[in-house]
């Protein structure tokens, strides 16, 4: 066997260590299942909160919309949507404006249930905002943004 190809453990160590990457996902699936579990008496997720949330507008949203809000492909929206859609929270409406496309709005039951969770997610999230201390919270989606 070549030890050409052998990368050392020290790189394995400066990876788990310095990798922004590696360490914004860890992050990022910590926060999820903080907010998947304080949702869950709900029966949502915090994905399916935020989508849920992109949805609570005056007028029925495009599709194309909430993908940029939510930073998603349409593939994966669709796929995210059907079983709000299943549990009558949303609907899916035919454009007047174009045939080929669709709004989506909550439904009154999905009105109800947003209303029930955005308590939730305000308590969840002031314990993550007392986590990263005075200014955390303000630097990190600063910081976040710059990245994105």
């Given at each position: ?105 909550l439904t009154p039951e999905g009105?109800?249930l947003l209303s029930r969770a ?8 002031a314990l993550v905002d007392d ?18």
């Amino acid at each position: 066997m070549s030890n050409e190809n052998v990368i050392p453990f020290s790189v394995t160590l400066e990876v788990r260590d310095t990798c922004l990457c590696l360490h914004v996902q860890r992050a990022a699936r910590a926060l999820a299942r903080r907010f998947d579990t304080a949702l869950r008496p709900l029966g949502l997720t915090n994905g399916q909160f935020s989508l849920l949330m992109s949805l609570n507008r005056p007028q029925p949203a495009t599709m194309g919309s909430v993908a940029q809000v939510l930073d998603m492909d349409r593939t994966t929206l669709t796929a995210a949507l059907k079983p709000l859609e299943r549990r009558g929270l949303l609907e899916s409406l035919a454009d007047p404006k174009d045939a080929r496309s669709r709004l989506l709005q909550l439904t009154p039951e999905g009105r109800a249930l947003l209303s029930r969770a955005v308590p939730i997610w305000r308590d969840t999230h002031a314990l993550v905002d007392d986590l990263l201390g005075e200014g955390g919270p303000a630097r990190l989606r600063s910081d976040l943004a710059a990245i994105r």
